[in-house]
Structure formats: structure tokens, C-alpha cells
């Protein structure tokens, strides 16, 4: 069974950093692109970042880039998402998926609020 | 806003057929594949539709999508309660080098 659970949210202060992690399992993780999706308190999703299996390509949303950096641990079958410089409206879940959306996690609450 | 347009809700009795449109342009749905995704509230977002048309097993064949175009549809038949939830369309944009949602649409079963 794919599981992919999302760890390090918490509530920061506007310019802080937080880094965010996602735990794959029951799947070679090596094989799938993975991503990071968004969605702020009652609005939609948006896709954040994502990454080719050796982690050698990344993409970025533009709202993020120069700010995040997604990567990826594949001997410890884990995602990252160091977030630095956070504003208020990086506020949201974030969720961690398989490619760009065949499995999610139950995602990770950030709140950048002073 | 985003570079998708879906609308913002749909309507229909148990038993009907509901249809949600995603309209995009030639830089991504007109060169990718279109993902569809049911968020029930307050869950994470599940796939129902893969590759413009194909289901995931254990996601049942009252849900289809299609694409022609620049455009692509979301059908659900025999609308259920359980149905109810949040659905969005997905795409690879070529010219933002960034996979694109649109804003969503939501279902109600009257």
C-alpha cells in the first residue's frame, strides 16, 4: 500500500524557515517523480515544486522560487521541502504526492503569522 | 487565477449526470495530459482521472473524462451524496515549466 505521510509544519514567523518532509512507503520511491501541492485555507490547490527521481531536475512554482528548494533522500525513501523567507501567503497544507498527484498525503498545516 | 478555467460549481439531482468542463490553452492541455481530482471535504485530494481518460483502479466507471483541443471534461454519472466534494483538472503548462490546477469546481447533489 503507498503511504506518504508529511512531517515539520507548524506555525512560524513571517521571514522564518521551516523544512518539511514526506515519508514514502510501500513503493520504489526512485521510480516516480514526486511533488509538493499546496492549497491555503479555503482556496484551491497549487502545485509548489517538484522532482525527477535522481533529483538532478526541479521545477518551482513562481510564487516560490529563490525561496524553496524541494529534494529528495532516495536511501531514506523521503521528500523535502526547505522553505525559507516565508510570508503570510505561503500559509496552506501542504501535501506531499507521487508524481503529480496519483497518491497524496493528509498533508502538513503551515501558519506564518507573527 | 490560474492559466485553467473550470466552473465554479455544478448542480444536478441523485441519479443525473453532471458535467465539468477544463479549458486550457495549446501550451498545456493542448500538449498533456489532463489529471482529474476529487477532494471531499476536509481530505486530501484523491485522482479519479488519469491521461484525459483512464481511472485508477477502485475508482468506478461513473466517472469519465475526455479531452479535444484545448479543452477537457469531467462526466459523473448516476450522481451520488457521496459525491459531493471539490474536483479539479491538472496539467503540465510547457510555457510556465509547472503543472497547472484549475480553481475547482463544486458539486452539489440537490
Known amino acids: 500500500e503507498v503511504q506518504l505521510v508529511e512531517s515539520g509544519g507548524g506555525l512560524v514567523q513571517p521571514g522564518g524557515s521551516l523544512r518539511l518532509s514526506c515519508a514514502a512507503s510501500g513503493f520504489t520511491f526512485n521510480d516516480y517523480w514526486m511533488s509538493w501541492v499546496r492549497q491555503a485555507p479555503g482556496k484551491g490547490l497549487e502545485w509548489v515544486a517538484n522532482?525527477?527521481?535522481?533529483?538532478?531536475?526541479?521545477h518551482y512554482v513562481d510564487s516560490v522560487k529563490g525561496r524553496f528548494t524541494i529534494s529528495r533522500d532516495n536511501a531514506k525513501n523521503s521528500l523535502y521541502l526547505q522553505m525559507n523567507s516565508l510570508r503570510a501567503d505561503d500559509t496552506a497544507v501542504y501535501y506531499c504526492a507521487r508524481k503529480t498527484g496519483e497518491y497524496w498525503g493528509q498533508g502538513t498545516l503551515v501558519t506564518v503569522s507573527s | 487565477q490560474s492559466v485553467l478555467t473550470q466552473p465554479p460549481s455544478v448542480s444536478a439531482a441523485p441519479g443525473q449526470k453532471v458535467t465539468i468542463s477544463c479549458s486550457g490553452t495549446r501550451f498545456n492541455i493542448g500538449h498533456n495530459p489532463v489529471s482529474w481530482y476529487q477532494q471531499l471535504s476536509g481530505t486530501a485530494p484523491k485522482l479519479l482521472i488519469y491521461d484525459n481518460d483512464k481511472r485508477p483502479s477502485g475508482i468506478p466507471d461513473r466517472f469519465s473524462g475526455s479531452k479535444s483541443g484545448t479543452s477537457a471534461t469531467l462526466g459523473i454519472t448516476g450522481l451520488q451524496t457521496g459525491d459531493e466534494a471539490d474536483y479539479y483538472c491538472g496539467t503540465w503548462d510547457n510555457s510556465l515549466s509547472a503543472y497547472v490546477f484549475a480553481t475547482g469546481t463544486e458539486v452539489n447533489v440537490l
Open positions: 522532482i525527477k527521481q535522481d533529483g538532478s531536475v526541479t
